[in-house]
């Protein structure tokens, strides 16, 4: 009978991390790097601003309330999603997308953040260079893309290092 339990409670926890979905643990941006982000995007009034992997959208909601921007996420993890998505019905500026973001259309996207795995970035820069827009910037987390110069590095010590392209460095 223990045997049920513990099949139970192993289907839930793989449903609700999406862990065998996206194959990424969720490690969520720190708080106090929410500035840092926000002064190295430069943000405009009229930007569009996407979260790949935006696990609980915290950044999302700092910074469409903050900036009064328009903020994206999109989130593979049923349990985040619904988190965020719940969240979102308080923030009219946010938009909380469900599923594998290479099934999502970033076409609107003027700043696009990503703190994911590098083994993902070879697709992701495919996916940038065919939907974003020719103006849009990208900001990646702890490490940079391979063979492509980023416009401005953010590094401090002992602190996560970030990294801001410009679509037009990745053609």
């Known amino acids: 009978?223990?045997?049920?339990?513990?099949l139970?409670?192993?289907?839930?926890?793989?449903l609700f991390t999406g862990v065998p979905i996206a194959?990424?643990?969720?490690?969520?941006t720190r708080r106090k790097d929410y500035e840092?982000?926000?002064?190295?995007?430069?943000?405009?009034?009229?930007?569009?601003?996407?979260?790949l992997g935006s696990g609980s959208g915290e950044l999302l909601f700092y910074l469409s309330s903050k900036y009064r921007i328009k903020c994206v996420g999109?989130?593979?993890?049923?349990?985040?999603?619904?988190?965020?998505?719940?969240?979102?019905l308080f923030y009219k500026n946010v938009i909380i997308k469900y599923g594998n973001l290479f099934?999502?259309?970033?076409?609107?996207?003027?700043?696009i953040y990503i703190f994911l795995?590098?083994?993902?970035?070879?697709?992701?820069?495919?996916?940038?260079?065919?939907?974003?827009p020719e103006n849009s910037k990208i900001i990646l987390s702890c490490w940079p893309f391979d063979a492509v110069n980023p416009s401005q590095i953010n590094k401090m010590n002992n602190k996560i290092t970030y990294y801001l392209y410009k679509k037009v460095a990745l053609l």
């Open 74 to 88: 999109v989130e593979i993890s049923p349990l985040l999603y619904l988190y965020s998505k719940i969240k979102s």
């Open 117 to 132: 795995l590098p083994k993902l970035y070879p697709k992701l820069k495919n996916k940038i260079i065919n939907e974003a």
């Open 8 to 14: 139970i409670i192993i289907l839930f926890l793989l």
């Open 1 to 6: 009978m223990y045997q049920i339990y513990i």
């Open 23 to 28: 194959r990424v643990i969720w490690v969520p």
């Open 36 to 51: 840092r982000i926000a002064e190295l995007a430069d943000l405009q009034p009229n930007v569009t601003f996407y979260d």
């Open 103 to 111: 099934n999502h259309n970033i076409s609107e996207a003027g700043m």
